[in-house]
């Protein structure tokens, strides 16, 4: 399954790593539809809204299909149909679609044959590892890679950040029987956990990985449901650590709940000070800090213009962000 996730960047950033190709192969960047309502966050959970990519056709019937937005939903899709007056008084929990049930549910059957496909967008996901002791949380996410630096043909840097998460999405547009504002949301679909994973959690989310997924996934005018949903299935290609229980609580919201920890010590290796000052960074990469210079800001090149990022663990790369130095890389179960 997938109930928490992180996405740290400002809305500025976020836009720049979701830079992609359009069909005659331009570098573009999505455009951010009610960017104001953004708000980056290391803690979401349902009922929080999150950054979304959807075809800019659902908003604009005479735009070409393949061209991409930006947009901040609520997380837990309400089904257009649903005619009471508040949302929150849904009965049943729609913050995660099962893959092998979604053309069987009305809530997602009908946004699905609708194409209303979305992909969610997270610098990774949470998951809960049961165990006699109680429950240890993971931090998943994509490998990252150093060198994935690159200059784009126009002159301009390209995007040398955090390599995003893809997720599939469902959304759909509920309008309140009063009238009023159409809520967008949206629902994460999920699939059974890959080998590598599966000792976390049976259950992960969709992952779509690379720009040639992400293209057809969103592209409902040209990509049909049928031959879309065949790219909705488990992915290998993840990396993860454990996290301190302080991530636990959906109100902490702090770089400490993507830190990676040392399993047995639950202790915090002592900062040193590239680790401080990677701290502030990450503390005001968050919206609201206009004195952060857009050259100070580490980056890798974005995910959508480059292929599959290579197997291989990246907490290193985290924790020279958190000045974990330190402590031990991402691991992957041994089989």
């Known amino acids: 399954m997938c109930g928490r996730t992180a996405c740290s960047l400002g809305a500025d950033n976020l836009r720049r790593a979701c830079a992609y190709r359009d069909r005659v192969g331009q570098r573009?960047?999505?455009?951010?539809?009610?960017?104001?309502?953004?708000?980056?966050s290391y803690n979401k959970g349902p009922q929080s809204s999150g950054p979304v990519l959807l075809s800019r056709r659902h908003l604009q019937q005479d735009a070409d299909s393949s061209e991409r937005v930006l947009m901040d939903m609520?997380?837990?899709?309400?089904?257009?149909?649903?005619?009471?007056?508040?949302p929150s008084k849904m009965q049943f929990n729609t913050s995660n679609c099962r893959s092998d049930t979604m053309l069987k549910k009305s809530s997602y059957k009908g946004p699905l044959l609708k194409g209303k496909r979305c992909v969610v967008l997270a610098d990774g996901f949470y998951e809960w590892q049961q165990h006699s002791g109680g429950k240890q949380p993971y931090f998943i996410y994509?490998?990252?890679?150093?060198?994935?630096?690159?200059?784009g043909?126009?002159?301009?840097?390209?995007w040398r950040g955090w390599r995003l998460l893809t997720m599939a999405?469902?959304?759909?547009?509920?309008?309140?029987?009063?009238?009023?504002?159409?809520?967008?949301?949206?629902?994460?679909i999920t699939v059974d956990a890959s080998k590598d994973?599966?000792?976390i959690h049976h259950r992960m989310p969709a992952i779509l990985d690379g720009d040639e997924a992400i293209r057809k996934w969103l592209d409902f005018a040209e990509v049909p449901t049928q031959e879309a949903v065949k790219l909705i299935q488990p992915t290998e290609n993840v990396v993860f650590h454990p996290v301190s229980t302080f991530v636990n609580s959906v109100r902490n919201n702090t770089p400490e709940c993507v830190a990676p920890i040392e399993l047995g010590a639950q202790k915090e290796v002592k900062a040193t000070p590239t680790s401080n000052a990677m701290l502030s960074w990450l503390k005001s990469s968050q919206e609201g800090s206009p004195q952060k210079k857009e050259n100070d800001l580490p980056r890798w090149k974005s995910?959508?213009?480059?292929?599959?990022?290579?197997?291989?663990?990246?907490a290193g790369?985290?924790?020279q962000w958190l000045g974990k130095e330190a402590e031990p890389a991402a691991k992957k179960r041994k089989v």
């Open 28 to 40: 573009r960047q999505p455009e951010w539809i009610r960017a104001e309502r953004y708000q980056p």
């Open 74 to 86: 609520r997380w837990g899709l309400v089904p257009s149909w649903f005619n009471k007056d508040d």
């Open 142 to 151: 994509f490998p990252q890679s150093k060198d994935a630096m690159a200059e």
């Open 153 to 158: 043909k126009d002159g301009d840097e390209e």
């Open 169 to 188: 999405g469902i959304f759909d547009c509920w309008e309140p029987p009063a009238g009023g504002e159409t809520l967008y949301t949206y629902t994460i």
């Open 197 to 199: 994973v599966s000792f």
């Open 303 to 314: 995910q959508f213009i480059h292929s599959p990022s290579p197997k291989k663990t990246s």
């Open 317 to 319: 790369l985290l924790q």
